[in-house]
């Protein structure tokens, strides 16, 4: 598939040029170029194994680039350590939630707290209390007894505690009902509002074109078409192979 056509995107926030990562001897990421803009949603759809939360890992620090470039802020951080790229602005939430399980709620948020971002810890931590009024009834419960939904909630929060200018999501609606899915994609609008960028993973492909200002598609490693979200989303193409069934 072609890519579709991509408009002028000048000063990206972040900037990942030609990028090639994965495990060891085994290669997931094979030559990844893509930007995001400040104040955007930008949202990587894909199926299993395209290498989606890889991608995320090697942003953040996780996993090792060997090939490539990634600039955030105009600054090159490849080669930095997680902590590095974390006090620059640049938040990340994992799949599958990863709370610390044994410390309360309130414990879990302080956790993400980063000196020297501009911002207090109690004031970050009203920010999310704000955001997330569950958490704030459950700051002294143990982080193991709250439901998915709340879990979910609680590892958002923490990345938030970050200050973060540039959040990485990755897969926040896994394992979610319909009701709760649709809570997360509001927080997800609500921060954009508020100007923190997103970079999310996602396989409800339908919310995520909703929300999303632009879209890259992964498959085998490799970005298989992209564009703005609207465009993508009336592509026959991009329907048939990403949102089957659709009317």
């Known amino acids: 598939m072609d890519n579709l056509a991509q408009s002028a995107r000048s000063k990206p926030l972040l900037a990942i ?7 060891g001897p ?15 949603v930008v949202c990587i759809i894909g199926p299993n194994g395209a290498g989606k939360t890889t991608l995320l890992r090697t942003v953040s620090g996780l996993c090792r680039l060997t090939q490539g470039d990634i600039r955030f802020k105009g600054e090159t951080i490849s080669g930095l350590k997680p902590h590095q790229i974390a006090s620059r602005g640049l938040g990340h939430c994992p799949e599958g939630r ?3 399980q044994q410390l309360t709620v ?17 004031d970050l931590l009203e920010e999310v209390y704000a ?3 569950i958490l704030r009834e459950r700051r ?6 709250l439901s998915g939904g709340q879990q979910q909630m609680l590892a958002i929060g923490r990345a938030l505690m970050g200050a973060p200018e540039l959040l990485l999501l990755d897969e926040p609606s896994l394992g979610l009902a319909p009701i709760l899915i649709n809570q997360i994609f509001e927080i997800i609008i609500q921060l954009a509002e ?19 200002d632009y879209v890259y598609a992964l498959e085998h490693g490799q970005v298989r078409c992209s564009g703005p979200a609207a465009k993508l989303r009336s592509d026959p193409r991009v329907r048939d192979i990403y949102l089957p069934g659709a009317a």
């Open 140 to 145: 002294g419960q143990g982080a193991s007894r």
């Open 98 to 100: 990863r709370i610390f």
């Open 194 to 212: 508020r100007g923190v960028s997103i970079l999310l993973v996602e396989q409800n492909v339908d919310l995520s074109l909703e929300i999303a």
């Open 17 to 23: 040029d030609g990028i090639e990562s994965g495990y």
């Open 131 to 133: 955001l997330f009024p």
């Open 106 to 122: 309130e414990e879990n948020l302080k956790a993400g707290f980063l000196p020297g971002r501009g911002k207090r810890q109690n």
């Open 26 to 40: 085994i290669k997931i990421l094979h030559g990844i170029t893509l930007d995001i803009l400040a104040g955007e």
